[in-house]
Antibody, heavy 124, light 107 residues
């Protein structure tokens, strides 16, 4: 069974650092991108960025480039989203989800499995 | 970036009704269009991929249609469990943008 298990909720102050995690199981981690999607309070879904776990190639939303870092540890099938200096505007639920790499031959190329989300609250 | 616009933003309907949500893309996404359902406190759930393909386990009362820049999600015979927020998403181009969401409410 495919599962994406995310780390617990975090409460931080502006300027602090944070790393949240997404542990995958039930499939070959190297064959699927891990994408992070955020949902600010009461708002819609926003694509944050993604990583190709096999090669650690990353892509970021232009509005967040330079502010976040996405990484992955293939040895433990885990992806990470991290900030070195949080802002109040980073407060949101962050979901991890997966979709197949181009070389994977599957019919469904959409985001088929999602983690439960990690609530990040940044407040002084 | 490809912009996705859904209409309406809110839809009031009754159990048993047939409803349609529209999603328009700012440029062609071919058939790389998905629909998700989200309930409060839960992650999104994939309903439909590549315009009209039902994800496993999704009831057949859900259907999708369209191509290029205009797409629809139709729910035939609304059930109490269907009242939720629905999002379209293009996955043709990087940044994989979502629509702003349509909240389906009980009338």
């Amino acid at each position: 069974e495919v599962q994406l298990v995310q780390s617990e909720a975090e409460v931080k102050k502006p300027g602090e650092s944070l790393r949240i995690s997404c542990k995958a199981s039930g499939y070959n981690f190297r064959f699927y991108y891990i994408t992070w999607v955020r949902q600010m309070p009461g708002k819609g879904l926003e694509w944050v960025g993604r990583i190709d776990p096999s090669a650690s190639y990353t892509n970021y939303s232009p509005s967040l480039q330079g502010h976040i870092t996405i990484s992955a540890d293939k040895s433990i099938d885990t992806a990470y989203l991290q900030w070195s200096s949080l802002r109040a505007s980073d407060s949101a639920i962050y979901y991890c989800t997966r979709h197949p790499l181009p070389e994977v031959r599957v019919n469904n190329r959409a985001f088929d499995y999602w983690g439960p989300g990690t609530l990040v609250t940044v407040s002084s | 970036d490809i912009q996705m616009t859904q209409s309406p933003s809110t839809l009031s309907a009754s159990v048993g009704d047939r409803v349609t949500i529209t999603c328009r893309a700012s440029q062609s996404v071919l058939t790389w269009l998905a629909w998700y359902q989200q309930k409060p406190g839960k992650p999104p759930r994939l309903l439909i991929y590549q315009v009209s393909n039902l994800e496993s386990g999704v009831p057949s009362r859900f259907s999708g249609n369209g191509s290029g820049t205009e797409f629809t999600l139709t729910i035939s015979g609304l059930q109490p469990d269907d009242f939720a927020t629905y999002y379209c998403q293009q996955y043709k181009s990087l940044f994989y943008t979502f629509g702003q969401g349509t909240k389906l409410e009980i009338k």
